[in-house]
Structures are given as C-alpha cells and as structure tokens.
C-alpha cells in the first residue's frame, strides 16, 4: 500500500529528477499526454499546465495514490503499466521513478517505443540506487533469522533491475527512438533524527511495510535504523547528505 503523505514528504528531492527529465522533451502541441504511474498527481497537474491543449491522462496501479491525485482535480484511473499500451495519438509519454517497480520492463520501452507515432516523446527516469548502503542495509536487516522467509517471499532480498544510462539507450534505439540517456547522482541534504529511514520508508520499504504487522514493522525499523545512521552519519549542523543516483531517458520516435 502506498501512503501519498509520506511519499510526498520529501516533494522536492522527489520533484527534482521529473522537471530536469522534462527539459528534454520538447513536444510543442501534442494531443495525449500520459502520466503512467502518476502518484500523487502533483506532476501530473505541471504536464497539464504546460501543455494546456493535450489530453493528459493519468494512470497508476496504485488507489490511494490515485484518490489523491483525484483529490488535486486530477482525473487519473487506476491502471497496471504491464497492461497499458499507447493509442494512436499518444504523442508525450512520461514514466517517473516507476519501471523500478516493474520485472522485465526493458521489453515493455521496447514495445512501447515500437507502437508511439512518429515524434513522440518517451521519458523515462529511474532510481540507480539499488547497490547503495541504504538498500544494502535494508536487504541485510531483511536477510536476519527472524524476517528471511517472510521477506523473502515478498521479493524483499531481490536487488530491483534497471539498466544503466547506455542500457536504456540500447532499448530504444534499437525500437525505432533518437535518444538522450544520461545519469546524475543528487546530494540530498535531509533533516530530522532518521531521516534516510523516513526516506526509504516512502518508497523502498513500502514492500516490507506491506508484509509485516504494526509490531512487526517498529521492530524492523528499530533494527535497520541503526544501520542506516552509520552509513548516513548526521553532521555537526544537524543535517545528513544522501547521494542518490538515478538513471534517464529520452527517446523520439524516429
């Protein structure tokens, strides 16, 4: 279960990624403008604002993120990305920090890319994260006695797969796409007694959260809280640095 609040929480780390993968897509007068996996709804509303003569649609598998994005006047449906495929006017389709979440998503670009009309835009941008000590950390915790078998069947100790700059590339051009693929790692500067715990529980614990109880969770949490202040030590003006890496593309069909 998703909690749009706690996503939310860190909006402008989160934000960030979305508006500087948008600067590459230079779509002017498109028709349909697809927010697959919209969340909240709050970036769905700049892609309306910028296009305001598109039909923006929003989508996520998600009925709590897509009642509040419903909540901000945003008519999102909920709806799987695995089923999802483009019509024949889909000129901008943008996917954020989303495919992550997906298995075998590389075929879906590819199909993806292979089936939009000649010009459109697919932006993609994904967390590149998964070997960082935040994740290693979780994994660890996840891996102990008590919560292997639980975890584990939940997909827990299994590091997501995404590719890399260049391996987006590939997909979409080798799908008919030109492309711009690039990588930036973002300094995050986070304030707060755990506040890379209070980051991950937003999104990477979601699994854990949704397979353990109350008491379960406090538990987990007070294991892996530990592990995660002594990767992310606080500083002397009280505030942690957490490096993030994520990964971008921009494809055109050709």
Not at 26 to 53: Q, S
Not at 111 to 116: K, Y
Not at 120 to 138: M, Y
């Amino acid at each position: 279960m998703w909690d749009p609040q706690q996503y939310l929480a860190f909006d402008d780390h989160r934000s960030r990624p979305f508006f500087d993968l948008m600067t590459r897509v230079t779509a002017t007068e498109p028709r349909e403008v697809v927010d697959l996996g919209c969340g909240p709804g709050h970036l769905t509303a700049v892609l309306a604002r910028r296009w305001p003569g598109a039909n923006v649609r929003a989508i996520d598998s998600s009925p709590e993120m897509v009642a509040s994005a419903r909540d901000r006047g945003i008519d999102a449906t909920i709806g799987a990305v695995q089923e999802w495929r483009p019509s024949a006017e889909t000129d901008v389709l943008v996917c954020n920090a989303v495919l992550h979440w997906v298995p075998g998503h590389p075929g879906l670009l590819s199909e993806w890319m292979r089936q939009l009309p000649t010009g459109a835009f697919l932006a993609v941008q994904v967390p590149g994260n998964f070997d960082a000590p935040s994740h290693r950390a979780i994994r660890q915790v996840a891996a102990r006695d008590e919560w292997r078998d639980r975890l584990g069947r939940a997909g827990i100790l299994e590091p997501r797969a995404v590719l890399d700059s260049a391996g987006y590339a590939d997909v979409l051009a080798a799908s008919g796409g030109a492309v711009d693929a690039w990588e930036t790692t973002y300094l995050q500067r986070l304030t707060g007694a755990d506040p890379v715990l209070e980051w991950v529980t937003g999104t990477a614990l979601r699994p854990v959260r949704g397979a353990l109880d109350d008491a379960q969770w406090q538990e987990f949490t007070a294991q892996l809280a530990p592990l995660l202040r002594g990767a992310y030590p606080r500083r002397a003006d009280g505030t942690t640095w957490l490096p993030f890496r994520r990964v971008f593309a921009v494809g055109r069909k050709q």
